[in-house]
């Protein structure tokens, strides 16, 4: 990937819990940004988080950002059965272009 | 709900035809991209452009091509459709800015037969 991981791959958790989904990413960024993907739909911008940032929080999604560690995690609490899709970091760089993860797909089961 | 339009939805096509995918957004947003999703899900920058006029390739190199002819509209052209051209073809577009979202259409699954 042009600019790294994200893990797990897959996630499946019961109704109400939280789910963790980690992204790793290999170069300096301006922002680093989440999106969720329904099965077969175009993505659907979720949550930014500037580079000068450490944490911040949307409804149930809490993003923290650690760029000495070039990571990020992003944390749905209570999760519904209405959560299941995937989900995917994104990057912008210096040149300013959109770099996506590889996803994880979260199911969640009534 | 973003507005950004791709057509076709879907498309089943013979190797060998010439096809164009359609993008059009009326937000006004300078910045278009194209993405190409393989069955694994990752998402790659094939296309993108800033502006009328401006287009590059992406990171992953791609047999389609661009233009920029108008704001609004970003189409990808496979001048010669192959099997290994199967894939979900996602177009974007953002604001000028840095700290700014991508809007998504909802893709063209294209396959070739």
């Known amino acids: 990937s042009q600019q790294g991981e994200e893990d797990p791959q897959a996630l499946s958790i019961q109704e109400g819990e939280n789910a963790t989904m980690n992204c790793s990413y290999k170069?300096?960024?301006?922002?680093l940004q989440w999106y969720r993907q329904n099965s077969g739909r175009g993505l659907v911008h979720l949550i930014l988080?500037?580079?000068?940032?450490r944490e911040k929080h949307s409804g149930r999604l809490r993003v923290t950002l650690d760029t000495s560690k070039k990571s990020s995690s992003l944390l749905i609490t209570a999760s519904r059965a209405a959560d299941t899709a995937s989900y995917f970091c994104?990057?912008?760089?210096?040149?300013?272009?959109?770099?996506f993860g590889t996803g994880t797909r979260l199911t969640v089961i009534p | 709900e973003a507005d950004i339009y791709q057509t076709p939805r879907y498309l089943v096509i013979g190797t060998g035809k010439k096809i164009t995918l359609e993008c059009s957004q009326t937000?006004?947003?300078?910045?278009m991209y194209w993405y190409q999703q393989d069955p694994g899900m990752e998402l790659h920058l094939i296309h993108y452009?800033?502006?009328?006029?401006?287009?590059e390739k992406g990171d992953l190199s791609s047999e389609s091509t661009v233009s920029r002819i108008r704001t609004e509209h970003f189409p990808l052209t496979l001048e010669s459709a192959r099997p290994s051209h199967t894939s979900q073809y996602l177009c974007?577009?953002?604001?000028?800015?840095?700290?700014?979202?991508?809007?998504f259409g909802q893709g063209t699954r294209l396959t070739v037969v």
């Open positions: 994104a990057t912008r760089t210096g040149a300013n272009n959109l770099f």
């Open positions: 170069t300096s960024i301006n922002n």
């Open positions: 988080i500037r580079s000068n940032e």
């Open positions: 937000m006004g947003h300078d910045k």
């Open positions: 452009s800033y502006g009328v006029n401006s287009t």
């Open positions: 974007a577009s953002s604001d000028g800015g840095t700290d700014t979202e991508a809007f």
